[in-house]
């Protein structure tokens, strides 16, 4: 079964920038769709961003305009590019990808924005 590792987390004032990786163990974006979540503290996990194995885009009406999803299936990597970051976004990222009929998620990576 495919893994999925996240990278890329950490502490950022706002308005910075950072950009997650999700390292999967085998080649997968390109047949599966994958999304990123969030869970911020003290609130339920929410879909922030999700492409499909085609490249068609969706995003949280919170993110839009600053984050980009996108995937290298040379590399079994997906990433997602976070722009002009507020403290709302401070939130553990997670991963998944949708292997019907599983969902597969990583184990996530924490982004604190704070000054």
């Known amino acids: 079964q495919v893994q999925l590792v996240e990278s890329g987390g950490g502490l950022v004032q706002p308005g910075g920038s950072l950009r997650l990786s999700c390292a999967a163990s085998?080649?997968?974006?390109?047949?599966?769709?994958m999304g990123w979540y969030r869970r911020a503290p003290g609130k339920q996990r929410e879909l922030v961003a999700r492409?499909?194995?085609?490249?068609?885009?969706g995003y949280a009406d919170s993110v839009k305009g600053r984050f980009t999803i996108s995937t290298d299936n040379a590399k079994n990597t997906a990433y997602l590019q976070m722009n002009s970051l507020k403290p709302e976004d401070t939130a553990v990222y997670y991963c998944n990808v949708e292997a019907s009929p599983y969902v597969i998620w990583g184990k996530g990576t924490l982004v604190t924005v704070s000054s």
């Open positions: 085998r080649s997968i974006f390109s047949t599966n769709a």
């Open positions: 492409i499909t194995s085609g490249g068609t885009t």
